[in-house]
């Protein structure tokens, strides 16, 4: 054998070794993300920006119309930022709920989300948010019974505060965390249907209040029969939901980017003039 050949045989006999040291130290494959793939760079040279985006409907956000088409803000924010990015746009709805839309992102799977997000502390810890892009209010659903007995003129931080009473949120929602942080001694009830469980729960009194949006609060009026009869809603002062978008923590450049095309780039407008747009969306039974 020559010295080449011999240089050829070692070089692969210690390529080898490495990948063989690397299988037995390294992480495995179901512990492996696309992390690599989430910096801005990356989106550019792929030619796709991936769209995180909740599996269920949240007009004005995002909805499907009468022709099967996805339409709403969100939607014509991912596709204005595609534009600008000079990409195509993939939208991913697998996820049910908003902490699984976030680890899309966190584990690499997705570029970004845009998808009615709020801002806990937790998800703060795994991605980057963005600047906000529109407002909405905190807002309470209560039981006029239930604040009947609790006395009509106590604050809502007072009735829910309360020894004995509950709130209801989504479950791995924003309003999960912020009730535990504004009613730290009232009980939490989550579940993952609002319209199913939640409101004819808050309707029957097996729950004091029902804690989300003000949006989402006035449509449940709006939807439910004899609603407007049975619970009050009352919107939180000072206490806003920002809606962020949120890209991996790896990712400083495209957050920057972002915060760039929100101040100087995108069409802005107040959620006001978002639900008059769609409203026939918005208040669809």
Not at 113 to 139: E, G, Q
Not at 149 to 160: L, P
Not at 236 to 255: G, I, S, T, W
């Amino acid at each position: 054998m020559s010295q080449k050949q011999l240089y050829s045989v070692l070089i692969v006999f210690l390529l080898l070794c490495a990948s063989f040291t690397h299988a037995q130290v390294g992480v495995g494959p179901q512990e492996k993300t696309n992390t690599h793939d989430t910096t801005l760079d990356d989106i550019k040279i792929r030619g796709v920006l991936r769209v995180a985006m909740h599996a269920k409907d949240h007009p004005p956000f995002f909805m499907v119309d009468e022709k099967g088409e996805l339409i709403g803000i969100d939607i014509e924010l991912a596709k204005d930022i595609a534009t600008q990015l000079g990409v195509k746009l993939d939208i991913n709805r697998d996820e049910s709920t908003f902490d699984g839309v976030v680890d899309r992102v966190a584990k690499g799977l997705s570029d970004i989300v845009i998808s009615k997000l709020s801002l806990t502390l937790k998800r703060a810890l795994i991605v980057r948010y963005t600047n906000p892009y529109t407002s909405l209010s905190k807002s309470i659903l209560i039981n006029r019974i239930k604040l009947l007995k609790a006395g009509k003129h106590r604050s809502v931080q007072e009735v829910f505060n309360m020894k004995g009473s509950t709130i209801a949120a989504l479950s791995g929602s924003s309003y999960e965390a912020f009730a535990k942080r504004l009613f730290p001694n009232t009980t939490i009830y989550g579940s993952s249907d609002w319209n199913d469980d939640i409101i004819p729960k808050l309707m029957k009194g097996e729950v004091w209040g029902a804690f989300r949006d003000e949006l989402e609060v006035r449509r449940a009026i709006f939807l439910f029969k004899d609603a407007s009869l049975y619970l009050l809603a009352v919107n939180l002062k000072d206490e806003q939901d920002p809606m962020m978008m949120v890209v991996h923590k790896d990712a400083p450049l495209f957050q920057n980017w972002l915060n760039l095309y929100l101040k100087y780039a995108h069409k802005k407008e107040s959620i006001k003039e978002s639900i008059e747009r769609f409203k026939e969306y918005v208040y669809r039974k």
